[in-house]
Nanobody, 118 residues
Framework: QVQLVESGGGLVQPGESLTLYCTTSGVIPNLLSMGWYRQAPGKERQLVARLSEDGGIDYADSVQGRFTISRDNAWNIVYLQMNSLKAEDTAVYYC????????????WGQGTQVTVSS
């Protein structure tokens, strides 16, 4: 059973930085992508950044140039470096993994709260 555990969230002031970590329970076979999504109160969950197995990287327009997604060689840890944080970045951030083996399966972590406030 695939498990994703997020950590690194917290309360920061506007303009500050924060790094989120997503740790997997082990190697995920047939992995297509891993990434970060976020959900603010009253809003839908949306993509923040995603790493594809073929090397592709996607960012939401709102975080382009401020956030950087990366991983370790074994895909055991996925990082989200967040710089120049804004109040509108406040949300619960979720780690996501997509696996394709006969069918496509998505896995989610429990989420970590990021609050940007002065």
């Amino acid at each position: 059973q695939v498990q994703l555990v997020e950590s690194g969230g917290g309360l920061v002031q506007p303009g500050e930085s924060l790094t989120l970590y997503c740790t997997t329970s082990g190697v995920i076979p047939n992995l297509l992508s891993m990434g970060w999504y976020r959900q603010a109160p009253g809003k839908e969950r949306q993509l923040v950044a995603r790493l594809s197995e073929d090397g592709g990287i996607d960012y939401a327009d709102s975080v382009q140039g401020r956030f950087t997604i990366s991983r370790d060689n074994a895909w055991n840890i996925v990082y989200l470096q967040m710089n120049s944080l804004k109040a509108e970045d406040t949300a619960v951030y979720y780690c996501n993994a997509v696996q394709s083996h006969r069918t496509v399966t998505q896995y989610w972590g429990q989420g970590t709260q990021v609050t940007v406030s002065s």
